[in-house]
């Protein structure tokens, strides 16, 4: 069974539960839209913990010192290992991007550059200074939100005041931080995080365990093809996205990706989607995740019955400096209306090394030019994984990112059930669905008055942001019929609800003229605006709530499936026909 991917690195635990303690629900919590000194008026709204102390003339950024667990230090890194480094610059005005999200507003990107991003002067303050520390290959991406530059370790840990360890960690050397980065004073408010000063935080493919077809796993084997999942989620008189251009989020070499789609589109009975490859960044050999990017293309696809484009953006590595390229060209380019990314980690990772910073900036951008990203929302349960197996509900009691960033829509698994002629019978939450509260991020105030009461402050609302936003069909036993390498196979967790919810979002656009622009108002509103349907028996029974089946019955660990949004669906599952007559009115 195919599942989110995962952090390679597994940190200190212990460390990591401390350094969370102060965003915790039981601590003291800033107030709402405050931000860490390093980020003041940045596109997150973070709970965090003090910043570290500056040096003398230098000011901080959100990038914080790695500890890595059940790893061996071997020493400094080698002062002329070849490093590139990503700086993430500062919004100008984010509130008012956050402004024009709420209320609809498109931006584009010259009217972004023109009121949103950094200035042509504090990107020539930034240049200057990488180019007179001795930085080469210095390139600023057309939104001046990231600057890369490349130099040696040593011309690094001088420019940003940091130490650059080695390190064995299970049977592989990677480096790591092992203090803050900083910045001259003179860069302070401009800079917000430096990325590639770790490749110890990254995402991974994860080993597939396919049931049925062509596999020796022994289960309970209800697969779906494109066609039966448009009749068990009802897709009815929805038309194709044939309007609508999706991306998914890869990595290394996908020229295997298309051949694999043409062969399941000729299997299936789909017309050829038109598809394409962008690079970013330096080419990769690495096929490992190519069975991830199977699944992402055909199941975002095949749910959307055609596209006006499939773009499959290949970035380097699953690093987060090489993720926030990607985002970015993602974002800069505005191609596609709506993304994939199923993958994702503990979120203390992008918090400690400042990616979460950056990510949450670019896809703020990409949300206020009305493009929505789906992201899958973890496959262990109310946990993030340190070492757990993929499907097992364990690991650190952690929501995953970038699920869990204010602009991304998180999407949790189900078990779907369907009756012979493959019409909906029910679905529960799948146990090992990803969900929960964030510890660093605030809620959205699309999710305000949605989500459940705090039970530990007398009923407050919660101010953090919950986890996911809605659910598909996950468990492995009702997986998806996917072609891998021209063998058809059936692959499930959350990197099938994501795409899957992304094919549904890609019909509704294109019914709506593309107008819906960022998902996650729209699913809120119309979910707010319902009033709840008498329960329908199942097995497993469900009710219809605003365009969703919610999902009544199942749990993923620390939460359970209960009437209304929960942590572990969400607002539910599409009915697409009842999302379709009611979303954008």
């Given at each position: 069974m195919r599942?989110?991917?995962r952090i390679g690195a597994t940190f200190a635990v212990a460390g990591m539960l401390a350094a969370t303690a102060c965003a915790g629900h039981g601590g003291s919590l800033p107030p709402i839209g405050s931000q860490s000194p390093a980020s003041s008026g940045a596109a997150t709204s973070r709970a965090v913990s003090a910043a570290a102390a500056a040096p003398s003339g230098w000011a901080p950024t959100g990038t914080q010192a790695l500890q890595l667990a059940n790893a061996s230090d071997r020493g400094a890194l080698a002062a002329s290992t070849p490093l590139t480094v990503r700086l993430g610059l500062q919004l100008r005005n984010a509130d008012g991007l956050k402004a024009a999200v709420a209320g609809g507003t498109r931006v584009d990107p010259s009217a972004f550059d023109a009121q949103y991003a950094?200035?042509?002067?504090?990107?020539?303050?930034v240049t200057a200074y990488l180019r007179g520390q001795g930085f080469t290959n210095i390139a600023v991406e057309p939104n001046n939100l990231l600057v890369s530059a490349d130099a040696t370790s040593a011309i690094v840990q001088k420019a940003f005041d940091t130490t650059l360890h080695a390190f064995t960690q299970q049977n592989t050397n990677v480096f790591a931080n092992t203090s803050p980065a900083f910045v001259p004073q003179s860069l302070s408010g401009i800079v917000v995080?430096?990325?590639?000063?770790?490749?110890?935080?990254?995402v991974r493919a994860a080993p597939i365990t396919p049931c049925g077809i062509g596999s020796g796993a022994t289960c309970v084997r209800f697969d779906y093809?494109?066609?039966?999942?448009?009749k068990t989620y009802d897709v009815g008189s929805t038309p194709a996205g044939s309007n609508t251009s999706v991306a998914v989020m890869a990595e290394g070499d996908v020229s295997s990706v298309i051949g694999d789609l043409r062969v399941a589109e000729s299997h299936f009975g789909l017309p050829q989607v038109p598809a394409s490859v962008v690079r970013v960044g330096l080419a990769s050999p690495d096929v490992a995740g190519v069975d991830e990017w199977d699944l992402d293309t055909q199941a975002s696809s095949g749910m959307a019955g055609a596209l006006k484009h499939l773009y499959i953006y290949a970035t380097t590595s699953l690093t987060d400096s090489d993720i926030a390229l990607e985002y970015n060209k993602w974002v800069t380019q505005d191609l596609a209306q709506i993304g994939n990314s199923s993958f994702g980690g503990c979120e203390f990772g992008p918090y400690l090394d400042g990616s979460m910073l950056v990510d949450d900036e670019i896809l703020l951008q990409g949300a206020a030019q009305g493009q929505t990203m789906f992201a899958s929302s973890g496959d262990t349960g109310s946990f993030c994984s340190v070492g757990t197996p993929n499907g097992v509900p364990a690991g650190a009691p952690l929501v995953e990112y970038p699920a869990a960033s204010p602009y991304v829509v998180a999407v949790g698994g189900t078990t779907l059930l369907s009756n012979a002629d493959a019409s909906y019978e029910g679905e529960l939450a799948w146990n090992a669905g990803g969900g929960g509260v964030s510890q660093f991020e605030y809620s959205p105030y699309w999710q305000q008055g949605v989500?459940?009461?705090n039970p530990s402050a007398a009923g407050a609302p919660v101010s953090l942001r919950g986890l996911p936003d809605i659910a598909m069909d996950a468990d492995p036993n009702t997986g998806a019929d996917v072609y891998v390498g021209g063998a058809l196979t059936v692959i499930g967790g959350t990197s099938l609800s994501s795409p899957l919810a992304a094919g549904v979002y890609a019909r509704l656009q294109s019914a709506h003229d593309n107008a819906l622009g960022l998902g996650s108002p729209a699913f809120y509103k119309i979910y707010s605006q319902a009033t709840p349907g008498a329960p329908v028996a199942g097995p497993p029974p469900t009710r219809a709530y605003g365009g969703f089946h919610d999902i009544l019955t199942g749990g993923n660990g620390a939460y359970s499936a209960l009437p209304g949004f929960d942590y572990t669906t969400g607002l539910g599952t599409f009915d697409v026909s009842a999302t379709n007559a009611t979303i954008g009115k």
């Open positions: 599942m989110t991917k950094p200035t042509p002067a504090q990107v020539a303050a995080a430096v990325l590639g000063l770790n490749n110890a935080v990254k093809n494109p066609s039966t999942f448009w989500q459940p009461s």
